[in-house]
C-alpha cells in the first residue's frame, strides 16, 4: 500500500510559477513510475506528466511540454511538478498517481494505469 500526499498549490498570478510536492510513503517508492494529472472545473481529468521508476524516462502532455517539469528525489520518497508560464486555463486540482509498473507500458498517460492516487492539491491561475 502506498500513501500520496500532494502539497504546494495555492493561487497565482497568470505567468507565475508554483512547485508542487507529492509525498509517499512505502520503501519501494524507487521502483514505482509517478505520474500527475489534474482535473479542471467540468472537465476529465487529464494526464499531465509521468516519470518512470526504472531509468526515470519523463513524459509530458503536449500541451504542457516546457512550462513543466517532472522531477523526483528517490531518497525523499517524493515527485515533484514544477509549474511555470502558468495560465488561466491551468487552473484546476493536480493529483499525484503511482503506478507499481516501473517500466515503460504504455499506460502512464492513463488514469487506469495508475493504482494509487493522492487527494489532490489546488491551482488557481488568476488573469
Known amino acids: 500500500q502506498v500513501q500520496l500526499v500532494e502539497s504546494g498549490g495555492g493561487l497565482v498570478q497568470a505567468g507565475g510559477s508554483l512547485r508542487l510536492s507529492c509525498a509517499a510513503s512505502g520503501r519501494t517508492f524507487s521502483y514505482y513510475t509517478m505520474g500527475w494529472f489534474r482535473r479542471a472545473p467540468g472537465k476529465e481529468r487529464e494526464f499531465v506528466a509521468a516519470i518512470l521508476g526504472r531509468g526515470g524516462n519523463t513524459y509530458y502532455a503536449d500541451s504542457m511540454k516546457g512550462r513543466f517539469t517532472i522531477s523526483r528525489d528517490n531518497a525523499k520518497n517524493t515527485v515533484y511538478l514544477q509549474l511555470n508560464s502558468l495560465k488561466p486555463e491551468d487552473t484546476a486540482v493536480y493529483y499525484c498517481?503511482?503506478?507499481?509498473?516501473?517500466?515503460?507500458?504504455?499506460?502512464?498517460?492513463?488514469?487506469?494505469?495508475?493504482?494509487?492516487w493522492g487527494q489532490g492539491t489546488q491551482v488557481t491561475v488568476s488573469s
Open positions: 498517481a503511482a503506478s507499481a509498473s516501473s517500466s515503460y507500458n504504455g499506460r502512464h498517460a492513463y488514469t487506469g494505469g495508475y493504482d494509487y
